[in-house]
């Protein structure tokens, strides 16, 4: 049995790591439970009933269970620290912790781990861990299990056909603020004049006659005057109908995100990550459809 424990910042970030767990589980077939995406579940037709398929997940783990307290144990600020150093703790309750270690990628088709899986009791309480083969493999079940549920589909598909109606190409605009503030020391808190500048690029790879329409996207208002000289559109606002309207467009811009990373995969988008603020937009071959091709999508040596 695998359980997820952590609870980490961002939509996008939730849906990438279940997502690999998922795949894992379904080449592999071991028991998993993610209770880490509880708080998303009732957006989905797949975890809102509980319903995977026939695969061996649950949301959950019964309230009495030992596993159900250490999930809680885990979510305080220090829980992972103190139970990773107990590991008497661990053997005695007849399981393990596992995080990031190194920060160094853990494969999930590792024989170890799948040993682990099962046969014991395995809690993950990390970032990077990937089934990128599998990932690949089993998309399709993982759209299904992912499909928004009726009514925010309904908003999706409004959304994405109201911008549709008077443009060739739609544009998914990835602006992305308040968090961004702190990560990576600010590195990708970019201006609105990056992203003009982006847009006037992405504008010019097209014929004059072509109608650019770009739909913009944000965790903070956006300002219609710095975006006047564009064909423009909004969605809801809200973080499902956003990040799948994003995945109906024809190619995304935005700066390095699961979110946009998400809204890529689901809706098979070409996205062109800008991984610094004067970055260009030159080629519509430099976009591509994000399947995890790479754990790291970092970019150091592009960051300023």
């Not at 880490?36 to 957006?43: C, T």
């Not at 995080?99 to 590792?110: A, H, P, Q, S, V």
């Not at 808190?189 to 990056?194: E, G, I, Q």
């Not at 499902?240 to 309207?245: F, G, H, Q, S, W």
């Given at each position: 049995m695998v359980i997820l424990t952590k609870d980490f910042d961002g939509f996008g970030n939730h849906l990438?790591?279940?997502?690999?767990?998922?795949?894992?589980?379904?080449?592999?077939?071991?028991?998993?439970?993610?209770p880490?995406?509880?708080?998303?579940?009732?957006?989905f037709e797949g975890t809102a009933r509980d319903d995977f398929e026939g695969l061996p997940v649950r949301l959950r783990a019964a309230p009495a269970d030992v596993t159900s307290l250490?999930?809680?144990a885990l979510q305080s600020r220090w829980g992972f620290g103190i139970l990773n150093r107990l590991p008497w703790l661990q053997r005695r309750l007849g399981l393990?912790?596992?995080?990031?270690?190194?920060?160094?990628?853990?494969?999930?088709?590792?024989?170890?781990?799948l040993t682990e899986a099962r046969n014991g009791c395995l809690l993950i309480h990390g970032w990077l861990f990937r089934d990128k083969t599998n990932f690949v493999r089993h998309s399709d079940l993982l759209r299904r299990i992912f499909r928004p549920i009726a009514p925010h589909q309904q908003a999706i598909e409004q959304v994405?056909?109201?911008?549709?109606?008077?443009?060739?190409?739609?544009?998914?605009?990835?602006?992305?603020?308040?968090?961004?503030?702190?990560?990576?020391?600010?590195?990708?808190?970019?201006?609105?004049?990056?992203?003009?500048?982006?847009?006037?690029?992405?504008?010019?790879?097209?014929?004059?006659h072509v109608r650019v329409r770009f739909?913009?996207?944000?965790?903070?208002?956006?300002?219609?005057?710095?975006?006047?000289?564009f064909d423009t559109?909004?969605?809801?606002?809200?973080?499902?109908?956003?990040?799948?309207?994003?995945?109906?467009?024809?190619?995304?811009?935005?700066p390095l995100s699961t979110y946009s990373m998400w809204a890529s995969f689901y809706g098979r988008v070409p996205l062109f990550h800008l991984h610094r603020p004067d970055q260009a937009v030159t080629a519509l071959e430099d976009f591509t459809v994000f399947e995890d091709q790479k754990t790291e999508q970092w970019q150091s040596d592009l960051v300023v």
């Open positions: 990438l790591l279940t997502s690999h767990f998922i795949a894992n589980t379904a080449e592999h077939n071991y028991e998993l439970l993610i880490s995406f509880g708080p998303y579940a009732p957006f250490l999930y809680q393990r912790i596992q995080g990031d270690e190194n920060d160094r990628n853990k494969d999930l088709n590792d024989p170890a781990y994405v056909a109201r911008n549709r109606q008077a443009a060739d190409v739609l544009v998914g605009v990835h602006i992305r603020r308040g968090d961004y503030a702190g990560w990576y020391g600010g590195a990708y808190l970019y201006k609105n004049a990056t992203y003009v500048r982006a847009m006037r690029e992405m504008k010019a790879l097209f014929p004059a739909l913009l996207f944000s965790n903070e208002p956006i300002s219609d005057t710095e975006f006047a000289e559109g909004r969605s809801t606002n809200h973080p499902v109908e956003d990040l799948y309207a994003m995945a109906g467009c024809d190619y995304i811009i935005g």
